[in-house]
């Protein structure tokens, strides 16, 4: 039975708040040269001060990255040629949020993305979402508008939530900002497999990938899933679409339908 599971995985659910973090922040003195840039909508602009100069650590906790995690996770990445990802984008028609994303490496289980705010014309980082590595370290974002042309939603791919003997599985996740925290809006399974102990032929692999589809007469879109799955050899493929409800104000999906070739 296919499902999705709207705010109800507790891993997803709550973001941590950088302020909860157990390491104690520390002021970051900055000579007026490494004040980080003013124009805001210049994202490329933003990701050269953070991370030339070699102060990458520093100016990472300049905006409230803790301070301690960001002097380990630059030094585990200094070999790996691996950088912070940094993209602003809109949360209305004149207000912009912005996400710093590190990604995974080895010997780091989590890949992090940072949700920043500005403060006195400054980012600064208001909330954390931390994305399990397990499995393949394919954790990735992307940032689009979907169902208001306006607004910019984030979509997150490959984040693991659970894994062991014969089983993984890895998850797609949509997120809104809501004031300066993030709102999970969808959560459902992207890659799962699955093969019992003891050897039971129950063997299940399982793919989606997810496209966003342009709406007849709107500038929205909707989430088109095609989910391709292998189940004890039995091959079959099936599409849906999450649409969003404005009157219960959340992304629903659409009965799965099977996708078949036509034989000529």
């Known amino acids: 039975m296919s499902f999705i599971l709207l705010g109800l995985n507790p891993y997803f659910q709550h973001a941590t708040p950088a302020q909860?973090?157990?390491?104690?922040?520390q002021p970051v003195s900055r000579a007026h040269d490494d004040s980080p840039p003013t124009n805001l909508k210049d994202d490329m602009d933003m990701q050269n001060w953070i991370t030339v100069n070699g102060?990458?650590?520093e100016r990472m906790a300049s905006l409230g990255v803790e301070r301690g995690f960001a002097e380990e996770w630059t030094s585990t990445v200094e070999d790996y040629h691996v950088y912070p990802e940094f993209k602003s984008f809109r949360i209305g028609p004149h207000h912009r949020a912005a996400v710093l994303f590190l990604?995974?490496?080895?010997?780091?289980e989590n890949a992090t993305l940072y949700?920043?705010?500005t403060d006195d014309h400054a980012w600064k980082v208001s909330d954390k979402l931390e994305l399990d590595c397990h499995y393949d370290d394919k954790v990735s974002f992307e940032i689009a508008s979907i169902r208001d042309p306006q607004r910019d939603e984030i979509q997150i791919h490959h984040a693991c939530v659970g894994h062991g003997t014969g089983y993984w599985e890895q998850v797609f996740a949509i997120y809104s900002v809501n004031g300066q925290?993030?709102?999970l809006e969808i959560l459902t399974d992207e890659l799962l497999h699955e093969v019992p102990a003891g050897g039971s032929p129950l063997e299940l692999n399982r793919n989606s990938t997810f496209t966003l589809?342009?709406?007849?007469?709107?500038r929205s879109r909707v989430i088109e899933e095609t989910?391709?799955?292998d189940r004890n050899g039995k091959?079959?493929?099936q599409r849906r679409q999450f649409h969003w409800n404005s009157v219960r104000a959340r992304y629903e999906p659409s009965p799965f339908t099977l996708v078949q070739a036509t034989v000529n």
Request: glycine residues 4%; aromatic residues 10%.
């Open 20 to 25: 909860e973090s157990s390491v104690t922040q």
């Open 55 to 57: 102060k990458m650590a």
């Open 103 to 108: 990604p995974c490496v080895s010997f780091v």
């Open 115 to 117: 949700l920043l705010m």
């Open 181 to 183: 925290k993030f709102k």
């Open 213 to 218: 589809i342009p709406v007849a007469g709107s």
């Open 227 to 229: 989910r391709s799955q």
């Open 235 to 237: 091959f079959t493929v």
